[in-house]
């Protein structure tokens, strides 16, 4: 394995030994300034500095930790700047290779990323990452597919275990916990995206996991925040299909959670809460019922050309008893400059029985394959519209400052007079904003309902809806982080006068700077049995980020 820390190390031991102040400055690299004999970590790029200062022997020890983590592992350590054969790489590189489109703030610079590559990696580097923020205060985060809309993949001077480049794969297995022998089941380690199922399971095996609608969406946080995809209707969340859960625990245990084992309460809690942390440990493959697909997903769009027609419409569909689980829908208002201010209804379908859902719907000749397979012909059936796809309009701006605000229509509230009144001040939101803000409502429901809120930790399951509204401003925009705290700000304010009709919110779309009772927002009536399990398999929060269970 390459020794590429030797060099690091001499690097910093000069820098050390030097009596002046003395800036080494890469292009990511860290900076070091000497100051009273020790120094403080800094961005090289000049970025803000970082909340912590070391002594020279405190550094040392940090080093001979890192070189020790780097001799024991089939992977790599990788400092910021420099990777294992020691080229010069922008974290761009390790960050953004797998899909080039950013849907989230800007990632924090970490110090170094420990790119694993097995569970035998994970379960030697994480007592050792423990240590060191114990020791030394140097924070880490886990990072699987890295989407977190606020950053929290990384962390600022801190280290990343890398878990989601190296564990991808997909092994078909029978069933040794619950369930029919008959039902089929794969482990899934956490680097496994929606491009990977498709290729591994569906085009091979004529067999599916639910995955999210975005491609390049990794399984691990996928997963454990819940799961929602365009199957969930009709199969469950992605956390309802897990039958098992591989788990790497703070002292470097590796245990195996199920329902039946006695890691039932770890296994509960990983199905919808287990990136609130991640909580208990990180899981390295998990353990998922697969359902047979045909190629048979049809798409459909509509356009609503007000307000009103669309209250009646959301109303109309929210509060149908007899709504095939196979169907999904999705309404969407996009900036002025893409749709004007007609509503976009998506449809899709799978298996047989397709439902006349509205008034001149479109059906578009457009099947899973050929949205997977062949964009170009999606897009040219105007498979553009959906968000987050790779030829989407609006996932056309790379690299974008990004916050959503979202919240769960109940049964109660389905009505005209409501619905009138959300999609009117949802409207004004986008127009306040200049072309930078898409509303989105989800139609949630069917099998996703047919699971007991304490079943698993994804509590909001009478959700008819989920509604979000998603500030997206293009990092090149000229001054794109001034635009976009004004419209940050705005929303804010605005707001709450959505989500008093709404209640909870969806972790996997997270508010940022909700730290205050995000628990209860996130998780609702199991938050006392989360913090129980958070103590029991983590007494000290070594598992931690702004959003972790409180």
Known sequence: MPRFWLFVSSLYLLLLVASAPVCQSWRLFPAIRFRGGGFRMTRGNGGASSSWTKSAASITKILKELDFLNSKLDGSVIVVGHDNLGKDTLLSDLYDKEGGLTWMKP??????????????????????????????????????????????????????????????????CHNDNNGSEEEPLAWIEPSVNGGDIWKQLIQKHKLAAIMGGCPAVNQGGFLLGGGFSYWSRLYGLGCDR????????????IVT???????????????????????GGVVTSFQVKLFPTQDEQVYGMGKIPSVEEAAHYLTNIGTRTNLPGNAGITLFLFPKQFYGDEWLSVYNWYDNGIPQLQTGMTLLNATFRDALLHPDTARGF?????????????????????????????????????????????????????????????????????VSPSETAFFWRRGIYNICVNLGVPAHVENAEVIFERHRAYLSRAWPKVNKYLQGAYYNYPVQGKKEGNSDVYFGGNVAKLRKIKKQYDPDNVFHHPQSID
């Open 107 to 172: 990632t924090p610079v970490p110090l170094a990323i420990v790119q694993v590559a097995s569970e035998s990696d994970v379960a030697v580097a994480v007592p050792i990452l423990v240590r060191l923020q114990k020791d030394f205060g140097i924070p880490f985060r886990i990072r699987s597919g890295g989407h977190h809309y606020n950053g929290y993949s990384s962390v600022e001077m801190g280290i990343v275990l890398d878990i989601g480049t190296n564990l991808n794969k997909i092994t078909l």
């Open 242 to 253: 897990m039958v098992a859960a591989r788990v790497v625990l703070a002292n470097g245990t």
């Open 257 to 279: 959670a199920n329902a039946t084992n006695s890691h039932s309460d770890l296994f509960w809690a990983l199905r919808g809460a287990g990136s609130a942390g991640p909580i």
């Open 382 to 450: 105007g498979m553009e519209i959906q968000s987050g796809t790779e030829h989407s309009k609006m996932g056309l701006m790379e690299g974008r400052l990004w916050q959503v605000w979202n919240g769960f229509l109940m049964p109660e509230q389905c009505n005209t007079q409501t619905w009138t009144k959300l999609l009117t001040i949802m409207r004004e939101m986008r127009d306040a904003c200049e072309g930078y803000v898409t509303i989105e409502v989800l139609l949630w429901g069917g099998a996703i309902s047919d």
